[in-house]
């Protein structure tokens, strides 16, 4: 019995060890968004400071859930022979974040092929010519913006499967029970798709909104643009409205971490 | 359905490992097809090295109990069928005396001290 409270009170031990850690990583994180916020020209580091974020996150999770842990207690060690998968491990929020992520690639790809270069060369505004001028609308998510994003979006998203498997495979550590320690690494896992999906739907907000702006500014001449681009524009507003729930929602998921459910 | 390493115990980590693979799957406990952890999960948690546990793995590989394919994980061989109660049995019985003749007891110590084993249980 006195064991068995021991157990359960080292355990509680190392989960406030892991979320020390973790929380340590979110403020690094806070610390390097404002540092790249301030880099760059046009408003790219406004653009890349929520990837930063979730790198630090993603890398103050992997260090709290591996290297923040004590070493095997003494004497006879056990192992579940079942086998454990990221996927078993994944919360309720996994299909918002991988919408958020198809929706910034498809936004992308769209706005890269649909943006026009500006005086100097960079390709970062719409541009509608009518019979007499052309007239251009940004900031617009054309290549100057694009390619900066899609790499970090890729950075992030591989540094949160590695993040993920890396939770899922260490080893139990003190926790007293199986579940225990899976409890711990669900609750790493939800932060690691927490912060994957601020850092994907942060900068999706800011795309929707300048597309949208673009849109609307274009279509207030209806000689220039064509009809499609009003109603687009609306829709993309509304879509940056959507999407900034669904960050919130994650921020909300990353904060409220004790106890709570993700 | 749990694998133990004893580090006190004079077995070497991988053949206590391999011991209790070979058991599961003769009695059935892991049944044909049934995939195993990979060899960073069992060793994380059993804190030892990924080669030991690759090596019990590797071992009753060759006993053609288990099947491992790359990128596809390490499961229990298709054809495997649980040895049957009564060979189990007769298969402890030939590695207790195996190695009891082995440290140079005579049959009749074997069989004295078989049955003062189970008069005392």
Known sequence: MTQTLLAVDAERREWRRVRAVRLAGTALGVGAAVLVAQWGRHGTGLMLAPAAFGLAVLLGTVVSETLARPPHPPGPRSASLTPRRVRDHLPSTTPLVLALVLVLVALLIVTTLSASADESGESRQLACTDPVVTQTHGPYAGAFYSTPLALALLLVLAVAALAAREVVLRPRGVSHSESGADAQRRESVGVVVAATGIAVGAPLVGVLLTTASALGMGSADPTCAPAWWAPTGLATGLLAVTVACGVSLLLGRLMLLPGGRR | ?121
């Open chain 2, 1 to 121: 359905m749990n694998l133990t390493v004893d580090p006190d115990d004079p077995t070497p980590p991988y053949e206590q490992l391999r011991r209790q693979l070979v058991r599961l799957v003769e009695t059935g406990a892991l049944a044909p097809g049934d995939r195993l952890p990979p060899l960073r999960q069992l060793a994380g948690d059993l804190g030892l090295a990924v080669g030991t546990v690759a090596r019990s793995y590797r071992e009753v590989e060759a006993a053609g109990l288990l099947v491992s394919r790359r990128g596809g994980g390490t499961r229990v061989a298709a054809d495997v069928r649980p040895t049957p109660a009564p060979r189990r049995l007769r298969a402890l019985a030939d590695g207790f005396r195996t190695e009891a003749r082995r440290l140079g007891f005579s049959d009749a110590e074997i069989r004295d001290a078989l049955t003062a084993a189970l008069e005392a249980g």
